[in-house]
């Protein structure tokens, strides 16, 4: 850009002529382009015209008609070097330079001259070397460019907890497709394993500091440790980055902490509002457990009230205070023992011993012991099958009610025993098919017609026929061991602390016999053929 019309850009020209100084004001086409002495005066000085008049530069700046008015006698134009102003922004992170364009033969800006204006304001970091240099190539004048710009402190990420489990189940029943609501399986405990991970702590990320234009270091904050949530039953693992159950059991979030308890407890009823209960650990209610309502437990169920035709397993024992009221619908089922006040048109079973005061009506399975104590001590009706005794006060009642007791042998060993002659037939007819097609293949190899298909058939049907034979060796080894332990059943005694009633069928490992008249305070027990009758 010419001398000439950059003044005229900024309101006003300078001309050196014979006569002398010359000065233009131009009109202002608005109000934010209008001149002021001041404007005018601080170019004259620095252009270092003499002796000019202040007067007319007044005049001029009045007129502002684009009229020349001459300020100052002839004098030649003095050369003044490119100016170089520096300004830095108040928080220190910029630096810009403005260029002030020279005078007459005035020297251009240089890389080394911008540099030094900037060292001598301070500035000594962050300098865009490449900024400089195209500024000292392509000089932009009277504009504030930016050339040095700091790094500001970059704080650091606090420490995270991210949780594996879910906190917060949803209560909301679920709506089937038929549009009724289920209220039972509503799926709100959750269930947590011994070993499973709870949560990963994410570390926190340290700050970067930042360094501003004038070389002062900028501090960054740090970020915080995440504050570990770690409740009972809960670890910490060796590098502190997980959280880690301790035990099986029910996941609790309370106070911003997780906990796992191997108890659940229903404070009130199982019913619609906490649906069926499917819980790892032990379940514990206050109340009763309604009818057509399920719970199932890894460990024990507890139960203060009473069970209404409802579904209880447990992998351990189960305890009702009350008792159950089956209505032909009631099922306890116990990997240990069963304990209830009474025990009425239900099906139980229990891998271990059963205590009652009353069983009536009910199809039981007891792997050990059966005791019924108390007032009563009282078994009627049903079928009652026992593994080892049978200790009660009355057995059947006056009204002849049809009730079979069976002691001596487990149960559960005599639904293995059938389970395994059933299925060593399906194991026999796949060892004879297995053989015939090993038979039929083994025929077309040696005749050289063995396709690659009909090899890998040959292949299956070996690995079938030594399946078979491994599985029928073990099944005759466990057929023979259970029918040893029922030769032994013999051994089943029934204590009658009370009376036992006609109608009542009792068995005692092979031997079997029907009471046809009442008998009182007795053991029933075999002698290896029959049944016999002896003292307490």
């Known amino acids: 850009m010419s001398e000439d019309i950059r003044q005229k850009n900024e309101g006003f020209r300078l001309t050196y002529e014979k006569d002398g100084v010359y000065l233009t004001v131009y009109k202002p086409q608005d109000l934010a382009s209008k001149v002021s002495d001041t404007d005018i005066i601080n170019t004259i000085n620095r252009k270092k015209i003499r002796n000019y008049h202040a007067d007319a530069v007044t005049e001029a700046v009045l007129k502002s008609d684009g009229v020349p008015v001459k300020i100052a006698e002839a004098q030649a134009e003095a050369s003044v070097d490119c100016g170089i102003e520096v300004a830095v922004s108040d928080d220190k992170m910029q630096g810009y330079v403005k260029l002030i364009p020279p005078e007459g033969n005035g020297k251009l800006p240089t890389i080394d001259a911008i540099k030094q204006a900037l060292y001598a304001k301070g500035v000594v970091f962050g300098i865009n070397e490449d900024k400089i240099r195209e500024l000292a190539e392509n000089p ?15 704080n650091g990420k606090n420490g995270e907890v991210r949780y594996l489990v879910n906190l917060k189940k949803d209560r909301k029943p679920t709506v089937q497709e038929d549009g009724t609501v289920n209220y039972k399986d509503m799926n709100l405990i959750e269930n947590i394993t011994k070993g499973q991970k709870l949560a990963e702590i994410i570390p926190p990320v340290p700050g970067q500091n930042g360094k501003n234009i004038v070389g002062t270091e900028l501090k960054a904050i740090d970020g915080r440790p995440a ?218 190899k040696s005749a050289g017609q063995l396709t690659l298909e009909k090899r890998e058939i040959l292949a299956k049907s070996t690995r079938a026929k030594f399946y078979y034979e491994n599985k029928l060796n073990e099944y005759r080894k466990e057929i023979a061991a259970i029918e040893e332990t029922l030769q032994q059943g013999a051994n089943g005694r029934i204590k009658v602390m009370g009376s036992a009633y006609p109608g009542v069928k009792v068995s005692i490992g092979n031997s079997m016999m029907y009471i046809k008249e009442e008998i009182q305070y007795c053991t029933l027990y075999s002698d290896g053929a029959d049944i016999r009758i002896g003292p307490l």
């Not at 932009?140 to 970059?154: D, F, R």
């Not at 619609?272 to 890894?298: D, Y």
């Not at 139960?303 to 205070?321: S, T, Y």
């Not at 059963?354 to 019924?372: F, P, R």
């Open 140 to 154: 932009v004048y009277n504009q504030l460019v930016i050339v040095a710009e700091g790094v500001p402190p970059v």
């Open 227 to 444: 504050v570990v949530p770690r409740g009972r039953n809960v670890a910490l693992s060796p590098d502190g980055t997980e959280l880690i159950s301790e035990i099986d059991g029910q996941l609790l979030y309370v106070d911003g902490k997780i906990s796992v308890f191997a108890t659940y407890e229903v404070k009130a009823d199982v019913d619609n509002s906490t649906g069926n209960i499917k819980f790892i650990g032990n379940v514990s209610v206050r109340g009763n457990v309604l009818a057509g309502f399920e719970i199932e437990a890894g460990g024990n169920i507890e139960v203060d009230g009473v069970a209404e035709g409802a579904v209880l397993k447990a992998g351990g024992d189960i305890i009702l205070r009350r008792g159950i009221h089956g209505n032909g619908k009631g099922v306890l089922i116990a990997g240990g023992n069963i304990v209830a006040k009474y025990i009425e048109s239900s099906t139980v079973e229990a891998r271990g011993n059963i205590y009652a005061e009353a069983i009536m009506h009910s199809d039981v399975k007891c792997g050990n012991k059966l005791e019924l104590g108390g007032r009563k001590g009282l078994l009627v009706g049903g079928t009652v099958r026992v593994g080892q005794s049978v200790e009660l006060k009355s057995l059947g009642s006056q009204m002849s009610t049809t009730t079979i007791l069976e002691v001596g042998v487990d149960p559960h060993l005599r639904e293995r025993l059938k389970f395994l002659k059933t299925d060593i037939i399906n194991m026999e007819e796949g060892l004879l098919k297995a053989n015939q097609a090993i038979n039929l293949l083994n025929k077309m």
